[in-house]
């Protein structure tokens, strides 16, 4: 069995889904004294310093006081050893296990208490109505070998994975490979709670299957089973049971309420309860606070000490005001994040502090410690000490003033402020540092992780507000020498020394006084600021000493530069370079911003390369500086403020790339459209001569046609770059566009790169853009290409088209077209990011991270999909599926007219190109059609309307110079002369209606042959 299985299968055990028979001997125990087996197992029996813990050391002692039992735990190497010495009646009792067959023999069972449960859980997104019926058909994991993996088929409709662990399992549920996961819920719970994601997943619908619990007692003590039997009812009726078996995550915990209940018990300055019965503290301001900031409501109730080291739990209360973080409280409760950090310090009496310097001197000496206090636990667990134990703060002040005790450990700031409160401040000494410090965080019961993420969210922006510098400063401030007992006493000295002296100068001291005192107070308010600011801004701020080492640096400082300690000053990290953009080598101190500021240069926001270590990847940051008068050597020379702008950086570089396509797409367009206008002429021209040539001449004549076509072909593609030309979609032959994909790609694929294009089935077509589609795979295979470079030896790009194996939703068939090459492939990461828009692994040099994200949309809009199969090391293969074309009715393709000879009627022809004006012209003759011509749109409308021209149709460019393009010419004829029929050409193709205006006509792509001319003029004549 793999080691992970170990304890997981122990919990099977334990919770009764597994087992076997064994025989019985006599039992040790006597009278009322059980023995407990045990054996670590987390959550069943854990080890928390010298307490053992657990649901069932829990439930064990809980019983064990009710029914006036004495416990004595007995270890054991592992728990199926501890449950067959249970069976073998080495150990009399056994609480919280299933009525499991191991057992029958030797033990009487009591009543069952509380059933567990296998669930199915899922992400939290998922609708609030989901459950195993619903989830029918949809993938489901499972964890090998344990409880739960038989049911993951949720009734045989879903397709299972087995996972090797409970991390695998979620782990796949998260990223999407299965929508849920069936598991034990406190394998389940254990896992999420302490992993953090308790709030991304979540339990879906009823048990899929229950076990009852018991308790297991030998049967030598029968006449203790109706004492356990009464204790369980009691835990049960009390709600202790329904508490122990949610804190340990035996049974799912209660949904967060509308109104969380938090529980405060008097602890100043951190909680404190004032006589009418109201409450607040520092404590109790800040989850005020916080709270508002998350939108979250409160009702605060008063607590025993005893309910307050229970902690929040079910039946008792929600949330606790910040309290210390211990390893035993994780394990009981839940915690946001830190709000504060809290020192525990040792106070003796006034004059002894000299003497004391942490608790090795204290041996042999009386340490008043409070009974339910984390300095009580430290304490203990040294073993040396002679602990006096005392009910309360009060109690614990009370004995050292009194001398009952030589020294007390206590929380700090809550020492000091009962000193202060009584003015004794004075007669006691704390020592420093404090022997102890923890994190403060909210507590919370287990069950509200949405409430904690919630809180989460708003505490580090409260801990910079300014509101919350005024709390700390209030409750957890440094004492005030000017207590309300002191000013009075000076009040009563002012008024005698008034009788004696001059009342101008009492007057003028005591605001002398004042004055003082109100600027330390803003001193400190400002340096708090101050100091709140620099630790929160992700800026570095650093100050240099004349001799380069840094004497300060922030927080933000400290993470860019990799800065451990905080104890300065300390030299400059000798790995952290300013390197060239170029060659990444480090700069000359001529060049380099460090030098160049504590030699007196003023830096303002100069773009510099900064890289950590040879490894680590540069971050471009912009450096200022400023030079400041110091007047030690270790003081600050020279201050630098570093701002990392790596994200802007790349932002604006893709942009930057983003723009140059544009333009670059902008001027492709233009070119193209200007070419098509050549290309026009040449293949009319052609076309006439063609009619009048001999055999030899025509031969070289539909040459050059062919070259015009391939031409044709050129410039649709280039448009379709350029985004001025809009999808056509129609059946296309796969044969057709992989002969074009290898024309194309050839030329652009380096020595080292072998394309391979395996021949499709013949006839197969898809239902597409054709120049999207060629598009699409030469952008597959230029990232395939760019994948291959710097690999030994040949790498090899495969591209393959066929039958899908599988149709669409909607039962159609479908095409898959493959681009497969043997490269480096991606890791989980860059396969989940792939097809972001601008994400690139390419670097600042590389691609604009827009080629997946295109062919993804092209997919999308094609009613297709695109599939990535990846894996780090082994290659990547993209697949596009698209919907199968119809193959064309032969039929209707030989009943395809060819040209339509006119009947005399006139043509008007608009264009501004003069050679393509007269070939136009001269065709349109051919034709049977009388043509009269125009250079501009301008020109043609002039005529028309002084009523000089008579026409039949007009046949014009879009794009025309004159400010009279042909859509305006168009639009102003059919006000003219509403029935006249209207032709559009344009080198660009795919011209919307909506771009028409008010007139929507047929439009033709120059070049076009006379064919397609003729056709267009015929049927527009006979429908105008």
């Not at 199926?80 to 010495?85: D, H, I, M, R, Y």
């Not at 023999?105 to 109505?129: C, H, K, M, W």
């Not at 000494?429 to 022997?435: H, Q």
Request: aromatic residues 4%.
């Amino acid at each position: 069995m793999r080691a992970w299985l170990v304890p997981l299968a122990a919990v099977m055990l334990a919770l009764g889904l597994a087992g076997r028979p064994a025989a019985q001997e006599a039992p040790t125990a006597v009278g009322n004294a059980v023995t407990v087996p045990w054996a670590p197992l987390p959550g069943v029996y854990e080890q928390a310093g010298n307490r053992l813990t657990g649901f069932f050391a829990e439930l064990s002692r809980e019983i064990a006081r009710r029914a006036g039992l004495t416990l004595d735990f007995r270890r054991y190497d592992s728990f199926p050893e501890a449950l067959e010495a249970q069976a073998r009646g080495e150990t009399d009792m056994l609480a919280g296990v299933a009525q499991l067959p191991l057992l029958e023999a030797s033990n009487l069972f009591s009543q069952p208490f509380a059933e567990t449960a296998i669930y199915l859980f899922v992400r939290d997104e998922e609708p609030p109505g989901t459950g195993p019926e619903t989830m029918a058909g949809r993938p489901v994991g499972a964890i090998r070998n344990t409880a739960g993996s038989d049911l993951a088929a949720l009734g045989g409709d879903s397709p299972v994975t087995l996972y090797d662990s409970l991390p695998g399992a979620f782990g796949a549920l998260l990223l999407g490979e299965v929508d849920g996961v069936v598991a034990l819920h406190k394998a389940g719970a254990d896992f999420l709670q302490r992993s953090r994601l308790d709030y991304r997943i979540r339990i879906a619908g009823a048990p899929l299957r229950t076990e009852r619990h018991v308790v297991a007692l030998a049967r030598d003590h029968a006449e203790l089973l109706p004492a356990v039997d009464d204790a369980l009812a009691a835990m049960q009726a009390d709600g202790t049971m329904t508490a122990l078996l949610t804190a340990w995550n035996m049974i799912p915990p209660a949904p967060p309420p509308e109104v969380l209940t938090v529980g405060v018990a008097e602890f100043a300055p951190y909680q404190v309860i004032r006589p009418d019965g109201t409450m607040t503290g520092y404590g109790v301001e800040t989850l005020r606070a916080l709270a508002r900031r998350a939108g979250l409501t409160l009702e605060f109730r008063q607590i025993s000490s005893e309910d307050w080291a229970a902690g929040p739990g079910a039946g008792r209360y929600d949330l606790l005001p910040p309290i210390s973080v211990t390893p035993g409280k994780r394990a009981a409760m839940d915690f946001t994040i830190p709000v504060q950090r809290s020192s525990y310090s040792i106070f003796v009496p006034h004059g002894e502090g000299a003497r004391v310097a942490g608790l090795d001197d204290l041996v042999g000496k009386r340490v008043g410690v409070v009974s339910r206090n984390l300095a009580r636990q430290e304490a203990e667990q040294r073993g040396d000490l002679d602990l006096v134990l005392l009910d309360s703060d009060r109690d614990l002040i009370d004995a050292l003033l009194s001398g009952s005790v030589d020294a007390i450990l206590y929380p700090t700031v809550t020492v000091r402020h009962r000193l202060e409160q009584l003015g004794r401040l004075d007669e006691v000494d704390e020592v420093a540092p404090p022997f102890l410090t923890t994190d403060r965080a909210v507590a919370l019961r287990h069950g509200l992780a949405e409430v904690r993420e919630r809180l989460n969210a708003v505490i580090p922006g409260y801990l910079s507000s300014e509101e919350y510098q005024s709390l700390r400063d209030r409750w957890l401030g440094p004492p005030e020498f000017w207590t309300p007992e002191r000013i009075l006493i000076a009040e009563l000295l002012a008024a005698t020394l008034a009788i004696a002296t001059v009342a101008g100068f009492v007057l003028q001291s005591r605001r002398g006084e004042r004055r003082a005192l109100a600027q330390a107070a803003d001193m400190k308010r400002l340096s708090d600021r101050l100091g709140a600011i620099l630790d929160t801004t992700r800026s570095a701020i650093i100050g240099l000493a004349r001799d380069g080492s840094i004497s300060i640096a922030n927080p933000g400082a400290a993470r860019m530069l990799g800065l451990a300690s905080q104890d300065w000053p300390v030299p400059w990290p000798g790995t952290v370079r300013f390197v060239d953009a170029e060659d990444g080598h480090p700069l000359d101190a001529s060049a380099d911003p460090i030098h160049r500021a504590m030699a007196g240069a003023t830096l303002v926001s100069e773009r510099a390369i900064l890289r950590r270590g040879a490894d680590s990847p540069a971050r471009v940051v912009r450096v200022s500086s400023a030079q400041v008068e110091a007047s030690g050597q270790g003081d600050v020379a020279t201050v630098l403020v570093m701002e990392d702008v790596t994200e802007q950086e790349r932002n604006r570089q893709q942009a930057e790339r983003s723009r140059r396509l544009d333009a670059l797409g902008q001027l492709t367009g233009g070119v193209a459209h200007d070419f098509n206008n050549i290309l026009g002429t040449i293949a009319y021209a052609t076309e006439l001569a063609a009619m009048s040539a001999d055999a030899p001449q025509k031969k070289f004549l539909d040459t050059v046609l062919a070259s015009v076509r391939r031409g044709d072909r050129l410039t649709s593609r280039l448009l379709t770059f350029a985004r001025r030309q809009p999808g056509s979609v129609r059946p296309v032959l796969v044969s057709e566009v992989l002969s074009e994909l290898q024309d194309l790609a050839g030329p652009v694929l380096e020595r080292t790169v072998a394309l391979h294009v395996g021949a499709p089935e013949a006839g197969l077509r898809v239902l597409c853009d054709p120049s999207q589609l060629e598009n699409a795979l030469l952008n597959l295979v230029l990232n395939s290409r760019d994948a291959l470079l710097g690999q030994r030896g040949t790498g090899h790009i495969v591209v393959q088209a066929g039958r899908a194996a599988e149709s669409d939703p909607q039962g159609h068939p479908r095409v898959e077209i493959s681009v497969t090459d043997d490269g480096p492939g991606m890791t989980p990461e860059v396969r989940q990011r792939a097809t972001d828009p601008f994400f690139t692994t390419k670097g600042e040099s590389g691609g604009t991270g827009l080629g997946l994200s295109m062919v993804y949309g092209f997919a999308e809009q094609s009613d297709g999909e695109l599939l990535i199969d990846t894996a780090s090391g082994a290659g990547t293969s993209v697949r596009i599926l698209l919907p199968e074309g119809e193959l064309p009715d032969e039929e209707e393709v030989a009943a395809e007219p060819g040209a339509s000879p006119g009947s005399g009627e006139t043509i008007l022809v608009v264009e501004d190109e003069t050679d393509l004006l007269a070939m136009t012209s001269e065709i349109i003759r051919t034709l049977g059609y009388e043509v009269i011509t125009a250079p501009s749109g301008r020109a043609a409308l002039e005529r028309i309307e002084r009523g000089a021209l008579s026409f039949d149709l007009l046949l014009t460019d879009i794009v025309m110079p004159g400010g009279v393009g042909g859509f305006e010419l168009a639009r102003r004829l059919r006000d003219l002369r509403p029935g006249i029929p209207v032709i559009y050409m344009s080198g660009y193709a795919g011209i919307t209606r909506e771009s028409m205006g008010g007139v929507p006509a047929p439009t033709l792509r120059k070049p076009c042959s006379p064919a397609d001319l003729s056709r267009a003029l015929r049927r527009q004549l006979e429908e105008g």
